[in-house]
């Protein structure tokens, strides 16, 4: 994005997301076998599992872009939470180069999707885990890929999130909790590490506990 003082428009987004998602492919194809095999950040999946969850992701957010083109509200997981983790179970074993194809191919055909989406669509309700609408799809994906490189547990940081990620999403996080949880105490931390507090992924003990996130 050009500027941290400027509200981002959808263009904005959609660029910032492509950044991400090409950084997310040189990381994930960079992954040994013994690396997609091995823990990652999240308990009881491996790194196989999270890339696997980012591609299935990146399917999902594409069948709601397709539900905006074509005027109906399209299903994000269809089969529900049971065929999503399915879907994450059979994909996670695969080999470290099958992993990042497949990551490659869901990412990049997904931010190509989102490029198409007119201004005129940009209020079409979508039926995320809230009500958003497709101005938020490029953002929900954002989301989806920082937070799960820094899952990877890779090396990858919340201080190696863009400065424009941490400013631009620890506003909006910051005004939600607010809401969710009035009066709460924020830590004084960096920003990077205050939205990873947020998110769910605090660097250190003894941090308030929050309720889950996305509030």
Same mark, same amino acid.
């Given at each position: 994005?050009?500027?941290?003082?400027?509200?981002?428009?959808?263009?904005?987004?959609?660029?910032?997301?492509?950044?991400?998602?090409?950084?997310?492919?040189?990381?994930?194809?960079?992954?040994?076998?013994?690396?997609?095999?091995?823990?990652?950040?999240?308990?009881?999946?491996?790194?196989?599992?999270?890339?696997?969850?980012?591609?299935?992701?990146?399917?999902?957010?594409?069948?709601?872009?397709?539900?905006? !083109?074509? &005027?109906?509200?399209?299903?994000?997981? @269809? *089969?529900?939470?049971?065929?999503?983790?399915?879907?994450? %179970?059979?994909? /996670?074993?695969?080999?470290?180069?099958?992993?990042?194809?497949?990551?490659?191919?869901?990412?990049?055909?997904?931010?190509?999707?989102?490029?198409?989406?007119?201004?005129?669509?940009?209020?079409?309700?979508?039926?995320?885990?809230?009500?958003?609408?497709?101005?938020?799809?490029?953002?929900?994906?954002?989301?989806?890929?920082?937070?799960?490189?820094?899952?990877?547990?890779?090396?990858?940081?919340?201080?190696?999130?863009?400065?424009?990620?941490?400013?631009?999403?620890?506003?909006? !996080?910051? &005004?939600?909790?607010?809401?969710?949880? @009035? *009066?709460?105490?924020?830590?004084?931390?960096?920003?990077? %590490?205050?939205? /990873?507090?947020?998110?769910?992924?605090?660097?250190?003990?003894?941090?308030?506990?929050?309720?889950?996130?996305?509030?």
């Amino acid at each position: 994005m050009t500027s941290h003082s400027v509200t981002p428009t959808y263009a904005d987004l959609v660029a910032a997301v492509r950044e991400s998602d090409v950084k997310a492919q040189a990381l994930i194809g960079g992954l040994t076998e013994e690396q997609a095999r091995e823990p990652s950040g999240l308990p009881g999946w491996s790194r196989g599992h999270v890339v696997t969850h980012m591609s299935r992701n990146a399917d999902a957010l594409g069948r709601f872009v397709a539900g905006v !083109q074509g &005027g109906e509200s399209g299903e994000m997981y @269809p *089969g529900g939470p049971d065929a999503r983790n399915a879907a994450i %179970e059979e994909g /996670a074993d695969r080999p470290a180069e099958l992993l990042a194809l497949d990551y490659r191919f869901s990412g990049t055909r997904l931010v190509d999707a989102l490029c198409e989406i007119q201004a005129d669509r940009l209020d079409t309700p979508v039926p995320w885990r809230k009500p958003v609408t497709a101005f938020d799809l490029p953002i929900l994906r954002w989301n989806e890929i920082e937070i799960h490189l820094m899952d990877l547990d890779i090396g990858y940081t919340c201080h190696d999130w863009p400065a424009e990620f941490v400013e631009f999403t620890l506003a909006r !996080q910051l &005004g939600a909790l607010e809401t969710a949880v @009035p *009066g709460v105490r924020v830590p004084s931390l960096s920003d990077a %590490e205050t939205l /990873a507090w947020l998110v769910g992924r605090p660097t250190r003990v003894g941090l308030p506990t929050l309720p889950a996130w996305p509030f």
